[in-house]
Each structure stands twice: as structure tokens, then as C-alpha cells.
């Protein structure tokens, strides 16, 4: 059997050991800045690693009656203060076990958003929930 690259659609979240269904998770992203130095006598400059940044997670599924966690856990920030959760999201295989994961640390939720209500459509509304975050570990 052939070693094939992962596909995308199978994955779950977990939040806080709490299985959560999303349709899309976007922005697992992580960037190293780039310091560049020069000594003064040098012509040439060096580059080196600086601070490490994430980009913010972005969460997607269709809204659910009487469901309002995404928007309760919002109105917990307050000035200061906000409810932090642990993440975990997975890439599953054919049996269903994790493959990769991503492990976000101390996410918070900075902005939430309902998708444009149409009269004339007939898609699924769509809710989603962006992530701030302290980190992000890749385990393999």
C-alpha cells in the first residue's frame, strides 16, 4: 500500500476534553520574526530568529437551535479578564484515531460572527468563532 498524503475532512476538536462538531478550522499558523544584525564594521548582516507569533484560530459550523456557547463564552471577557480554554484539534485516519494534532494553549475568543441571513438562499447559516491564543504545539 502506497504512502499517501492526509486528507483534510476528517479532523475533530476538542475543547477543554470537550468534543465540540465544526464544518471548518482555519489560521493554525505559527511565524518566527526575523532579526537582522550587522555589526558596525561589518558589511554583511546576519538573521536571526526573534519572536515567535500565531495567527488566531478561526472556528466555522452551522448554528443550532438553543445552542449559544460560542456567544456565551464571548461575553465572558471582560476588562482584563477572559475565560481561557485549552484546545486540542486532530486529523483522524480511516479508524478514526488522531494522526496529528495541534495542541492551542490558553485561547480565548476575540471575535464572533454570524453569516449574512438571504432570503433567497438555501445554505446551512453558518456561525464562527475567532481564537486568540497562547501557543500552539504540533504533535505527531
Known sequence: MGNYPLSKY?????????????SEVSGLSMELA??????????????????????????????QKGNHEFFDWI????????????????????AHQPVLSWRVKNAWPCKYEVADLLATGNEV??????LAHDGLEVVR
Not at 558596525?40 to 472556528?59: F, V
Request: aromatic content about 6%; hydrophobic content about 35%; proline content about 1%.
Open 34 to 63: 526575523v532579526i537582522e544584525y550587522r555589526e558596525g564594521s561589518s558589511e554583511d548582516s546576519l538573521k536571526m530568529p526573534g519572536i515567535r507569533k500565531y495567527s488566531n484560530i478561526t472556528l466555522k459550523r452551522g448554528v
Open 75 to 94: 461575553n465572558t471577557v471582560r476588562l482584563n479578564t477572559v475565560e481561557r480554554r485549552n484546545i486540542v484539534i486532530s486529523l483522524l485516519d480511516d
Open 125 to 130: 447559516l453558518i456561525e464562527s468563532l475567532e
Open 10 to 22: 476528517h479532523f475533530t476538536v476538542h475543547c477543554d476534553d470537550i468534543k465540540i462538531s465544526f
